[in-house]
């Protein structure tokens, strides 16, 4: 069942913002770059200018000020600062739109919610089974999001959310958890978010219980009837308006889903609940379960979307099918460990790139669902054995060689591990390997940790601590170990092991039978795992384990793979299983989420142009010996050319409604406006300067603009003079809480401010180093001898073997490859003579393809100037005419205002009989600015800056350097919001068009823009 068309008022949403699916408004945001300007952030201000969006721009900049001030709330407390990442802006935005619209005008927004159920928008199928919305529906919100992907920062935006526009005063806020590890990593959280909470205690004294508290509570304690439950509260005690928020309510048992669905629904009787969970795909082919959570989830950012984007860590999955070895194998133990030993090496090697990137010492667990059961002890016991095996040198050693040597194959005849262990193939030393996972050579020891419940350790002689087994049911599993022919000892000094884990000096790197992993452990260690009794039946306990498995944090907090192959076996959760039914399970589950595990790598050959025709053509590049980090030492200052300005005018309108659908008028309220300096609304000596001083001090060293000093009298200076809000007319400070909103405010300004500083005396330093280099030294992948090199990599779905077999054989026959139209379906694709390369891959759907493939824009420029080419050949008489596709972060860059810019294709058009060269740099895109596009800082960078960037001049060569923008956006679109004259004539029609032209803006949609591109850039040939 695709159970993402399903999902309604996540659609509603989508369409407000012009999309049908959530990969198009995924993609829209994906690339804008984290930030604000002008008091905006980036992620507003690109989608005020996006077409087809149904919100007036006012709404969106009001919404855009309250999501930043939630922000600074939730940092204010807080040792590293948090930046939303695109997705949970657009969560927290979704969200921000419904409670506004559930709180003022909910009539109307339901009489909406069901016009859009009933329109064409939807199949008809979904219509009949999700049905219409009533008041009822308006009461949860549910937030389908993976693992590792931010919902509990999501959950405490929510709770300021739900403060701001208050639908109902709460009696009681409580937080339900599945277990109380759960609970005591949001308390912590809250606290750093600066919500006040309390962990919820069978004592139950609630004296001094603080406004809008938040009561964290597990599920487990909460019931109808406490009757012989002396630990749990009956929901009674929470009468009245009820605020929840639920996390991960779904453990995969019916009858626990229905048990826990009546409670809540009690509990939100007279109230609301939002709902957070990486796991409705589980539950939601239930379809009494889909039809309530389809008008609930009002934004889907399952573990598809977070691994599609590049979040989180790449998997790789072992599945043993029909084994005549016992189930957990000593194949897969022995190439699990191989795995895990060739990390630490990387680790050790790559220490620098690894903690550039917030990768931590990796650490190998053994997982089960429960730890007290007869099974799950016996599991534990064989890999305990395991590892007294692997002590013995020759079983070890015989091992690995069959492993290494390709004796276990798969059901296609093929080495299991022909694409594993890399950096061990060309020899490694045994005993690095005891040393580096087992700490040293010895006997294998297990220690109960007396001081730690449930906690044995395990150790080599008296070598330190190398791993540790966190089971239930310490007797029982004390009589296995013994009935196995385990020693057990006491250690009654040690603290526990198991919170050891996380230290930066912890010497344990194995993990076995940790129920606490699942429910909620926070770490970012792990990078093998094996999956012992694990998930038969329990899909939702599946899915959170494989989510915390393959978190990561990334540069930056930006909690990406960084696409470095130095570090790629570090950004892998390698994953091994007991039993192939555990397994097949699992890679079930997984699917089920939208993700094919087994994936297949293919390279795709290009064939390069005659390398004589460009080698010593000019590339633009930067002067690598000059930083402007070490280089320049640079004083913030007033300047006269950058401002910052934040518009707090409420987009405010009065709704009135009778019944559901009748009688709903509305009416705009206007405000008389003003703009203002801060200093001309408030004396700004009454504000906090050492937090604002310190508050940018940790904007700079986020932003790594280390060369950057300023003085609190320069940041006064700028903030009088440089900054402004516009405001209604009387607007003024009342109170000590206005001033304290106006300080934030002067802060995102002098954000805004400094970062346009920065950006802009980068991007002049930069302009004074670019140089030219020959093409045949720059373009190093292009400058090998063979005329056929390996450019592409895709990676394609195992299961998709048809497309596989018609990939390979393109890829191995290069003339069919050239031929664009041949297999067109298998691997689109585009052939231009005159590019550096062919074929030029295009998008593809459900293929990754790395360089990126080409999207449409891009497709329809390289089709239109091969086709002007081939119609007008005396052209290529004159004129050498090469064509290469920029690579963003590696190809030719400039810094704008607004961040680094790498123009979509480079053009050089050489005189053969002349010395003049021109360099065209050619940015297909869509131009959605309105009436702003000339001020648009890639036009005129475009149009005017790249004059004032390059030299006249290489070796005997006159250059002369021009910019183009071919917008995908038709002109008619792109006036639309503009001020037409009701009369305008056709001649002032083509007027206005010549001044987009004029600033080397032409249209795709155009069949001459090709000859008005030749036309501007080499007039003399169209005179």
């Known amino acids: 069942m695709n159970i993402e068309k ?153 709770y300021l959310q739900f403060l701001r526009y208050k639908p109902f005063e709460p009696d009681n806020i409580l937080l339900i958890t599945p277990n109380e590890g759960l609970s005591k990593q949001h308390y912590e959280e809250m606290q750093k978010s600066g919500i006040p909470c309390r962990l919820y205690s069978e004592s139950g004294s609630s004296s001094g219980q603080r406004e809008h508290e938040v009561l964290i509570i597990e599920i487990t304690k909460l019931a109808e009837n406490t009757r012989g439950r002396g630990r749990s509260i009956h929901i009674s005690a929470f009468e009245g308006k009820n605020l929840i928020f639920v996390d991960e309510g779904h453990k995969g048992k019916r009858s626990e889903e229905k048990k826990w669905a009546k409670l809540r629904d009690k509990l939100i009787e007279k109230g609301f609940a939002f709902e957070y969970s990486a796991t409705f795909g589980q539950i939601l082919d239930k379809e009494d379960i889909l039809k309530e959570y389809a008008k609930a989830i009002i934004f889907d950012y399952s573990y598809k979307h977070f691994y599609l984007d590049g979040y989180g860590k790449d998997f790789w999955v072992l599945n043993i099918k029909n084994s005549k070895i016992d189930d957990f194998t000593e194949m ?160 009654a000094i040690s603290d526990s092991l198991f919170d050891s884990i996380k230290r930066e000096n912890s010497t344990i790197n194995i993990l076995i039978g940790s129920k606490k992993f699942i429910e909620g452990w926070d770490t970012w260690r792990v990078s093998c795992m094996g999956l012992l009794n694990i998930g038969k039946g329990e899909g939702p306990q599946i899915i959170q384990l494989f989510g915390r498995g393959v978190r990561l944090k990334g540069k930056n907090l930006s909690l990406k793979r960084s696409g470095n192959p130095e570090i790629s076996t570090l950004e892998t959760l390698n994953i091994y299983g007991i039993s192939a ?22 390279k795709v050959p290009v064939c390069v142009l005659n390398r004589e025709i460009w080698k010593d053509f000019p590339y633009p590049t930067k002067d690598e010996s000059k930083r402007f980090e070490r280089e320049r030492v640079l004083h913030l200052r007033v300047d006269t050319t950058i401002s910052a ?38 004396d700004i000596e009454l504000f906090d300067w050492t937090r604002i001083y310190t508050e940018l001090l940790e904007f700079k060293k986020e932003r790594n603009y280390l060369n950057l000093s300023f003085d609190l ?34 802060i995102s300004l002098l954000k805004s401010y400094i970062d346009k500083f920065y950006k802009r005396e980068k991007g002049r330093f930069e302009k004074d180093i670019i140089t030219y280099k020959p093409a045949g030294e720059q373009l190093s992948l292009f400058r090998l001898a063979s005329d056929i090199v390996e450019y592409y990599k895709l990676t394609v779905p195992a299961k998709e073997q048809r497309l596989i077999e018609k990939i390979k054989e393109l890829v191995e026959n290069i003339d069919a490859l050239l031929d664009e139209q041949r297999e ?73 205002d607004w961040g680094e810019f790498y123009p979509d294709f480079i053009l050089w058009i050489r005189e053969k009989n002349g010395n003049r060269i021109y360099i065209i740099f050619v940015e297909p895109k869509g131009l959605k600015m309105l009436g702003e596009v000339f001020n648009y800082e890639k036009v005129r960078f475009l149009s005017e800056g790249l004059k004032e960037t390059f030299k006249k001049q290489y070796e005997n060569w006159q250059v002369e350097v021009k910019g183009f923008i071919l917008s995908t956006t038709p002109y008619e679109e792109l006036r639309r919001g503009q001020v037409v004259k009701d009369s305008e004539s056709k001649e002032e029609y083509e007027e206005k068009k010549r001044e987009y032209e004029g600033k080397n803006i032409l249209f795709l949609e155009d069949r001459d823009w090709a000859e008005k591109f030749f036309e501007r850039v080499l007039p003399a040939q169209h005179k």
């Open 332 to 491: 897969a133990f022995c190439a699990n460990l191989l795995d895990f030993y060739q990390q630490l090496l990387v680790y050790e090697e790559k220490r620098g790139i690894a903690k550039e990137h917030n990768i931590e010492k990796p650490l190998w667990i053994f997982v089960g669902s429960t730890v007290s059961g007869k099974n799950i002890d016996s599991d534990i016991v064989k890999v305990l054995d395991l590892i007294r095996n692997s002590l013995n040198k020759d079983w070890l050693k015989e091992r690995i060689d069959k492993i290494l040597n390709g004796e276990f194959k798969n059901e296609q005849g093929e080495d299991i591990f022909r694409h594993k262990f890399e950096r061990l193939r060309s020899g490694f030393d045994l005993e690095d390997l005891y040393k580096k996972v087992f700490n040293g050579r010895g006997k294998l020891r297990i220690l109960e940790i007396k001081r730690a419940e449930g906690e044995f350790g395990l150790r080599l002689g008296e070598n330190a601590y190398f791993g540790v087994v966190n089971i239930g049911d310490v007797s029982a599993f004390r009589k296995l170990l013994k009935e196995k022919g385990f020693e057990i000892e006491q250690d």
């Open 581 to 602: 039914d555990y397994i097949g399970k699992f890679l079930e589950t997984i699917k089920k989420e939208g993700m094919e595990p087994e994936k297949i790598e293919i």
């Open 645 to 682: 300005s934040m518009n707090l005018v409420p987009s405010m309108a009065v709704y009135m409604a009778q019944e559901q659908r009748e009688d709903v008028q509305s009416s705009e309220v206007e405000t008389q406006i003003a703009s203002k300096s801060i200093a001309e609304l408030v």
């Open 6 to 158: 399903y999902l309604v008022l996540n659609k509603y949403f989508l369409e407000l913002f012009g999309e049908k699916d959530n990969r198009g408004l995924l993609r829209y945001l994906k690339s804008v770059e984290e930030g604000e300007r002008d008091g905006l952030t980036n992620f507003a201000i690109n989608l005020m200018s996006k077409e087809g969006v149904k919100l007036p721009k006012d709404e969106l900049k009001r919404y855009d000020q309250n999501i930043q001030e939630y922000l600074r709330r939730i940092n204010q407390s807080r040792p590293e600062r948090i930046r939303l990442k695109y997705f949970q802006y657009l969560a927290v935005l979704f969200t921000e739109i419904f409670i506004d619209r559930l709180k003022n005008r909910k009539w109307e927004f339901l009489a909406e919610l069901n016009d859009f159920v009933n329109s064409n928008s939807l199949e008809k199928k979904v219509r009949e089974t999700v049905g219409e919305f009533s008041e009822e529906d308006l009461k949860k919100l549910a937030f389908w999001m993976a693992t590792g992907s931010g919902k509990t920062l999501i959950m405490h935006i929510n």
């Open 824 to 896: 067109r379906g298998v691997l689109p694709r585009v052939v231009i003579n005159n590019s550096v390369f062919v074929p030029l891959l295009l998008e593809k759907e459900g293929i990754k393809i790395s360089p990126p493939g080409l999207n449409e824009g891009e497709k329809r420029f390289l089709e239109g100037l091969r086709d002007y080419l081939d119609k007008n050949p005396e052209i290529l008489d004159k004129y050498h005419i090469v064509l290469l596709r920029n690579e963003a972060r590696e190809g030719v860059g400039f810094m704008l």
């Open 713 to 746: 009298e320069t940041l006064k200076e700028i903030l009088k003079e440089r900054c402004k809000v516009i405001v209604p007319n009387d607007f003024e400070v009342k109170d000590l809480k206005g001033l304290k909103n106006l300080e934030n405010i002067a």
